[in-house]
């Protein structure tokens, strides 16, 4: 059996790999699938997978940034040092969103308009989401003693997901920022160019939410009481919020004078919170007492290196350099190029892993001197 503290690192790598998978499907089918097949029930369900990629990822570097917060606690470090330390990494992100954005820019230079220059993807908002969250731990871990640092935070984020949430349907109607320019008001709630917010894109509200929670859940995973009854206690409380956000949807009073239930409600965010919980018990459980970690696994090996894996599939899926023509092919043609890109993705992150610190001993060898 796997040590726990090697299973629960495996089980944040495992639902990163699940994650990764659930988008290529969902990316494949969409670039390739064309005519009848479009409009099929397998297509329906292909797309209603593709609604948890980015929740995941999203709330994943939320629980990865708890266990880094945790450290860097264990370090003795202050609570500006942690700040700093956190919102640089976001920064980096942020700053490969761009540089991303850029990339398929120039790549499809000629047909792209430069306004996708200026894109919110999905890579901008957990930079930006990791420097809110960095600044949020900066700011709140002065007033709490160290005994009680780790119970303050979780509650805290947890707050601040819930109210990004709750703020999120005004600011996407009666409370839009009409006065900041398009590219800024795009991270608040996506409305890019195209004069309202835009469902296709990850602006700050709600997006930010789902890594809040997961820096709360996070926090209750390096818990003594987390690491003992981690599992079954997410999965009751999933559960629990999945049930209470249908009874609040049920109920005929509304708090906001535009409800759209599928992009923007609390409701909705709580629902997909739950499953998100459900999900993440089950991985915990199946890393720490089931067989993920028998042998090679696919999952955990592509969940080690989910940003390189995202950034090469999109060009060869979306990209000039798309592997299929797009919108032309039936499902099965379009299941064998599925197959086609995990398994080179596959490769590619084994690749990168085995070569992962190798450049810098061969640069050593380059350099050493003959004898």
């Known amino acids: 059996m796997p040590s726990p503290t090697s299973s629960r690192l495996a089980y944040i790598d495992w639902m990163r790999g699940l994650a990764c998978v659930l988008m290529f499907q969902t990316h494949c089918y969409d670039s390739w699938l064309g005519g009848s097949a479009r409009k099929s029930t397998f297509f329906m369900w292909s797309q209603l997978g593709g609604t948890l990629p980015a929740p995941l990822f999203l709330f994943l570097a939320g629980v990865s940034f708890a266990l880094v917060v945790e450290k860097l606690r ?5 609570a500006s040092q942690i700040a700093r330390t956190t919102m640089r990494r976001g920064a980096e992100i942020f700053a490969l969103g761009l540089l991303f954005r ?3 820019f120039l790549i499809a230079w000629g047909w792209a308009p430069w306004t996708d220059l200026f894109r919110v993807d999905i890579l901008n908002t957990i930079g930006i989401s990791m420097m809110l969250m960095g600044l949020f731990c900066g700011t709140v871990l002065p007033f709490l003693d160290a005994a009680r640092a780790r119970i303050g935070l979780g509650v805290g984020a947890a707050a601040v997901g819930m109210s990004i949430s709750l703020l999120t349907p005004p600011l996407w109607t009666s409370w839009r920022p009409y006065w900041l320019p398009w590219p800024v008001e795009s991270y608040i709630n996506g409305v890019h160019n195209l004069g309202q917010p835009q469902a296709w894109l990850f602006p700050i509200f709600p997006w930010a939410a789902f890594a809040f929670m997961g820096l709360a859940v996070g926090l209750f995973l390096v818990s003594d009481w987390g690491r003992k009854r981690g599992a ?12 209470l956000a249908k009874w609040l949807d049920a109920r005929p009073q509304q708090l906001y004078a535009v409800y759209d239930f599928w992009h923007t409600s609390p409701n909705f965010f709580l629902i997909r919170v739950g499953l998100l919980l459900l999900i993440l018990a089950a991985v915990y459980a199946w890393c720490r007492w089931g067989a993920a970690q028998w042998g090679f696994s696919p999952l955990i090996q592509m969940g080690q290196t989910s940003l390189l894996v995202y950034w090469v599939h999109i060009e060869f899926v979306y990209g000039r350099f798309s592997i299929l023509p797009k919108k032309a092919q039936d499902i099965r043609t379009a299941s064998l190029g599925l197959l086609a890109i995990f398994l080179s993705m596959l490769l590619l992150s084994v690749l990168r892993t085995k070569l992962k610190g190798r450049s810098a001993e061969v640069w050593g060898r380059i350099r050493r001197p003959a004898t």
Not at 74 to 78: I, R
Not at 233 to 242: R, S, V, Y
């Open 74 to 78: 264990q370090k003795n470090l202050s």
């Open 232 to 243: 079954i206690a997410l999965g009751a409380l999933g559960g629990m919020l999945i049930y």
């Open 102 to 104: 850029l990339q398929e």
